[in-house]
């Protein structure tokens, strides 16, 4: 299959450590945030979203912190499970429904 | 739920050659777009569509791209001709269309890609 970012920055973490991710968005706009989740040779996969009103939003084995003061945006995976492994991107909307992609960071889970 | 369905997967091509992709968004999704990523790069918006009508193609290189959904629903994405700089995966997105939100409702399901290759 194809790979994604071969050239990404990479974090690598032991299997059932707590994986975090960092984004930095541009925009002090953007009111809406969204991580997705991109495995080699498929589409991005929705992780989970946060509105700008808000600076925590959980999930499963998932969260999200929004740091609107220094437009810093991350995702923390708990308990990382080799089927995290992938290249994650977090995606800010602009304006009307557009969304603008940051360039992915590749998560590798070590046995 | 059947999800976006888009063809060919893979496709080789010499520059200055055409080429077409198709994309089935999901039942009942509105909007529908068209991204283009680069190796090591996070989407880049082509060109979205609401029904049959463009909402944004401000990034859609329009000498050498086009896109049409004609009857609201399938899309194709045509380059001619194209260029070495081309190669990429060309990802289709759908989102369904919310009157309540004001607009396309924000998760966007994503099709596996048409990986283009531009010898």
């Known amino acids: 299959g194809e790979s994604v970012g071969l050239h990404l920055p990479t974090l690598s973490v032991q299997e059932g450590d707590n994986s975090i991710i960092n984004c930095a968005y541009s925009?002090?706009?953007?009111?809406?945030f969204i991580w997705y989740k991109q495995e080699s040779g498929k589409g991005p996969q929705f992780i989970i979203d946060?509105?700008?009103?808000?600076d925590k939003r959980q999930g499963q084995r998932v969260t999200v912190l929004l740091n609107k003061t220094v437009k810093h945006l991350s995702l923390q995976i708990a308990a990382t499970q080799p089927g995290d492994s992938a290249v994650y991107f977090c995606?800010?909307?602009?304006?009307?429904?557009?969304?603008?992609f940051g360039t992915g960071t590749r998560l590798k889970v070590l046995a | 739920e059947a999800g976006v369905a888009q063809s060919p997967r893979y496709k080789i091509i010499e520059k200055r050659q055409s080429v077409a992709f198709w994309c089935n968004p999901i039942s009942g999704h509105a909007t529908l777009y068209w991204y283009q990523q680069i190796l090591g790069q996070g989407p880049k918006l082509l060109i979205q569509?609401?029904?049959?009508?463009?909402?944004?193609d401000s990034q859609l290189p329009k000498d050498r791209f086009s896109a049409e959904r004609l009857k609201g629903v399938d899309s194709t994405l045509k380059i001619q001709p194209a260029k070495l700089e081309d190669s990429a995966v060309y990802l289709c997105?759908?989102?369904?269309?919310?009157?309540?939100?004001?607009?396309?409702?924000?998760?966007?399901?994503f099709g596996p890609g048409t990986r283009l290759t531009v010898l």
């Open positions: 997105a759908s989102s369904f269309w919310s009157a309540l939100a004001g607009g396309p409702a924000d998760t966007q399901y």
């Open positions: 946060i509105r700008s009103n808000m």
């Open positions: 995606a800010e909307r602009r304006g009307t429904y557009k969304y603008i």
């Open positions: 569509f609401q029904n049959n009508g463009v909402v944004d």
């Open positions: 925009n002090s706009a953007s009111d809406y």
